[in-house]
């Protein structure tokens, strides 16, 4: 039986973009800043849509969790091929153990069979959504996935780790967390972008769902990295032995 797939879609700064701080601190400036789908979901919408072109996957369904203009980032992946939309609309930020709870109960809600996310956003490096979803569902769980082969309701994946590659096969319900290197996304048509607007894509609030929203971590302070300092030439390795030994750290 062909599989139903979950793919939550994280709207971040575009990668190409240079990440200002917010004169206050609070946090990163996003207001005339574009903004796009976290280049690891857009890698997991891709390996969806590929399911359901060999015939393995027969409903996508995308998922964003944030303001209004996420909508855009939904348009987004229904373009890529997913079939429907879900917007859990709010103004706020949530840290990941939150957001592993709202996915929960949209995966409790549509019965998924299948749930590829991202491994990481690239906006706040957490990489944590994947594995406490997988937790709170007690699903298994397969994380930095790069080659992904699903069979008889198993699926067998490849994962890079310190030592080199590591192959495991889970069992069918599972989270899977993709890295950069299981495929290329593609570029949506333009047919398809226009068939995008007419795909369903339904509005919830998160305050209709049964979580705590309430924060755990405060964020104190944003600032950026200090700037480097300027190089030093040296003629000579006795030169930099010399400048090592006058100084208390390596510039």
């Excluded at 290197?181 to 998160?206: F, G, H, T």
């Amino acid at each position: 039986m062909p599989l139903k797939i979950v793919v939550p879609v994280k709207q971040v700064v575009d990668y190409q973009v240079k990440v200002r701080v917010k004169k206050d601190g609070s946090g990163v400036e996003t207001q005339d800043v574009k903004l796009s789908m976290n280049p690891f979901d857009e890698i997991a919408v891709e390996e969806a849509v590929q399911l359901k072109e060999r015939g393995i996957a027969d409903e996508i369904i995308a998922v964003s969790i944030g303001p209004s203009s996420c909508e855009q980032v939904l348009l987004n992946a229904l373009a890529f091929g997913a079939d429907r939309g879900i917007l859990l609309q709010t103004a706020l930020s949530f840290e990941p153990l939150i957001i592993a709870k709202l996915l929960q109960q949209i995966v409790v809600k549509e019965n998924p069979d299948l749930v590829l996310m991202g491994k990481q956003a690239i906006d706040d490096d957490c990489s944590q959504t994947g594995q406490m979803l997988a937790a709170l569902l007690n699903w298994p769980q397969a994380t930095f996935v790069s080659k992904l082969v699903v069979e008889d309701k198993k699926a067998t994946v490849t994962r890079e780790i310190d030592g080199g590659l590591e192959t495991l096969m889970v069992t069918i319900p599972a989270v899977i967390t993709t890295d950069l290197r299981l495929n290329q996304p593609r570029y949506p048509s333009l047919p398809n972008i226009m068939k995008a607007k007419s795909k369903p894509l339904e509005k919830w609030r998160v305050e209709d769902f049964k979580v705590d929203l309430a924060p755990r971590q405060q964020v104190l302070k944003v600032t950026a990295p200090p700037k480097r300092a300027k190089g030093i030439k040296v003629n000579s390795v006795n030169e930099l032995i010399k400048l090592l030994h006058e100084t208390d750290k390596v510039i």
